[in-house]
């Protein structure tokens, strides 16, 4: 069976032509994927391929993986890869509207509310790989120490997230702008299982009334 590339779709059904002519808005979101994908494979023409796709981004858009897609029959490893990386470009730049950290400083402005809380509390921001925030989370509200501030709770949030790094960030009530033993001891750990799961940790960064200490900038990380 003859496999229908773009170019041999009848004109009025080309997406390629229908972009042209009428502007990229105008493609529905399967010959949107028909233009990515070029041709179709033996047996399966471009757009059946991708309104199958289509079902997918419909039903897992935010945990789609490179093993789903190719799971498509007639998906390679390249096409699917090509899926993955437009779909990850796209999410990069719709989240240029969430804030960049690249110093702990920036970590500070962000969280400068819970410098001075009367309690402790134990933060959490998750970056994606161009560093701007998904998420922030108070993962523990009281005083720290190993046993209470478990690595799940710290990285379950960021696995789901598909974060790339993680940075960790917890005030001083007293001022005190160094790390105590427990800090550093919870840092130490949290950093091995970082390196376990795959999602760097970035920083630990100590919010106190009157500025910040960075476990990062001290070298410590």
Same mark, same amino acid.
């Given at each position: 069976?003859?496999?229908? *590339?773009?170019?041999?779709? %009848? #004109? %009025? ?15 529905? #979101? ?25 079902? /997918? ?5 935010? &945990? ?24 990850? /470009?796209?999410?990069?730049? &719709? ?27 134990? /933060? *959490? ?6 560093? %701007? !925030? ?6 523990? !509200? ?29 005030? %001083? ?27 760097? /940790? ?20």
């Amino acid at each position: 069976m003859h496999m229908k *590339t773009i170019k041999e779709l %009848h #004109n %009025h059904d080309k997406p390629r032509e229908k972009l042209v002519k009428k502007g990229v808005q105008s493609l529905k #979101n399967d010959e949107l994927l028909s233009v990515l994908l070029g041709s179709g494979i033996q047996g399966k023409d471009v757009r059946k391929l991708s309104r199958e796709i289509v079902a /997918l981004l419909d039903s897992s858009f935010h &945990t789609l993986n490179l093993e789903q897609l190719c799971n498509i029959h007639g998906l390679g490893i390249a096409k699917a890869s090509q899926i993955l990386a437009s779909i990850e /470009l796209a999410k990069r730049y &719709t989240s240029q509207g969430n804030k960049k950290i690249t110093s702990a400083e920036d970590v500070y402005n962000e969280l400068k509310p819970f410098a001075t809380k009367q309690q402790e509390y134990f /933060l *959490t921001i998750t970056l994606d790989g161009a560093s %701007h !925030i998904i998420n922030t989370r108070t993962v523990f !509200i009281g005083t720290l120490n190993q046993s209470l501030v478990h690595p799940r709770e710290v990285f379950t949030d960021a696995i789901a997230d598909r974060a790339a790094g993680i940075i960790i960030a917890h005030n %001083h009530p007293s001022g005190t702008l160094r790390a105590s033993r427990a800090d550093i001891q919870i840092t130490q750990r949290l950093d091995e299982v970082s390196k376990l799961v795959g999602i760097e /940790l970035l920083d630990h960064v100590i919010l106190a009334r009157d500025g910040f200490y960075s476990f990062a900038d001290e070298g410590l990380l």
